[in-house]
């Protein structure tokens, strides 16, 4: 392989994390991936980050004290499911980039696969490793598929989907390939990779961009196959070398066929690390690396033991033509109200918080009516008061 490295060095406030997988997928629009990486806020747990050019530039996106247990993109332009490990088990899903998060189901699950259908997901639920579950509205509801031709005591190790809605790949913790055209209805042997090409029966597979094609990711040692004609057919793309001592990895594959993105997460053992995001567009045979250092400077813990002095209040964009994004620090539990006044003086947009615990909070709002100008954002509690300019440029 071939490698071209471009340093790209950020600096944010990071913490600890604990793990062995990262998460990494692509979104709808080319060059955009999304992704989890060390944690610029809380001790232990992700954040969650958004690149548009391929990860030579990247920012956070939300970097609330939850921990990720999985992200799959939807077919639907910035709409991401994942699940949360903390503060309790539940799947989430996202309409706006991850920026916020919305929870749908309290459960945890193993396979998870989307990205054809928009709604559509798929699932194993965690205390029945054997059946394969579909839902078509983000999660809200699921309805348990036929799965006929797959044996009820395999394991459900991991499942991608086919380019064309139906097609439903899964992969046993035997290292055995399943696949149906029925949604799951129905399901075919397509062979042992193991015993055929030695793709390790722990493998993850992915959503590949050509008919019959899937992508499967070892993590230790970490290797990538491509696997064509639905099954028939594998190649090993691209063998990282032990010297390169990942603490997390994954893989994306985009919409684009040859594209794939490998994420590799260097720690040593304190706050920070290095985040590598290689790139690909020819099945890796060369691959361009961007590199982030993520620098430590302030860690807390998911207890809120060292909380912010003050209250913060950021907004983005800014300036922005119709939706906002923004993010407060309490260091206290505080009743919180945010609103937004013209130049007049006159209240455009209201947000009644309530009382918050402690913490980091997230509010998005869209303001499609507003004309351009200059806004005035409030954020009001018992104790303080704190302003924000903003500009809306139509």
Request: glycine share 10%; with cysteine.
């Amino acid at each position: 392989m071939k490698f071209f490295i471009i340093p790209i060095i950020i600096m944010f406030f990071i913490s600890t994390i604990h793990g062995e997988v990262e998460f990494i997928v692509c979104g709808s629009e080319p060059g955009e991936i999304f992704f989890t990486a060390v944690h610029p806020r809380w001790s232990g747990y992700r954040g969650f980050y958004y690149s548009s050019d391929m990860g030579a530039h990247i920012e956070l996106r939300d970097s609330s004290n939850c921990d990720y247990g999985s992200l799959i993109a939807d077919a639907a332009d910035q709409t991401l499911h994942c699940v949360r490990f903390y503060p309790s088990p539940a799947e989430r899903v996202s309409f706006d980039g991850g920026f916020s998060w919305t929870e749908v189901n309290q459960v945890l699950t193993r396979a998870y696969a989307s990205g054809v259908i928009s709604g559509e997901i798929y699932r194993m639920v965690e205390n029945n490793s054997h059946i394969l579950e579909r839902s078509v509205n983000n999660g809200v509801q699921y309805t348990p598929c036929l799965g006929s031709g797959f044996p009820d005591s395999t394991f459900i190790y991991s499942a991608a989907l086919g380019v064309d809605s139906g097609e439903v790949y899964i992969w046993s913790g035997h290292g055995y390939l399943y696949y149906s055209v029925d949604y799951g209805e129905h399901f075919a042997f397509h062979g042992d990779l193991y015993a055929i090409w030695g793709i390790y029966p722990n493998s993850f597979i992915i959503n590949g961009a050509e008919p019959g094609e899937i992508y499967a990711f070892i993590y230790d040692p970490k290797v990538i196959w491509r696997i064509t004609d639905y099954g028939n057919n594998a190649e090993l793309i691209a063998d990282f070398p032990p010297v390169y001592n990942f603490w997390r990895a994954s893989i994306a594959s985009s919409a684009q066929p040859g594209e794939l993105f490998f994420l590799a997460i260097y720690w040593d053992g304190g706050p920070g690390g290095t985040i590598h995001i290689y790139h690909t567009t020819n099945y890796g045979q060369d691959w361009t690396l961007y590199e982030h250092i993520m620098q430590p400077e302030s860690v807390q813990n998911p207890n809120h033991t060292n909380l912010p002095a003050s209250i913060s209040l950021n907004v983005y964009p800014n300036p922005t033509n119709s939706t906002l994004h923004i993010s407060y620090d309490l260091p206290s539990g505080q009743t919180v109200q945010l609103k937004m006044v013209d130049i007049l003086g006159q209240v455009v947009w209201q947000h009644n918080a309530g009382f918050q615990f402690s913490g980091y909070h997230q509010v998005t709002t869209t303001q499609d009516n507003l004309s351009s100008g200059r806004y005035t954002l409030l954020l009001q509690t018992g104790t303080e008061r704190i302003t924000r300019q903003i500009a809306f440029v139509k």
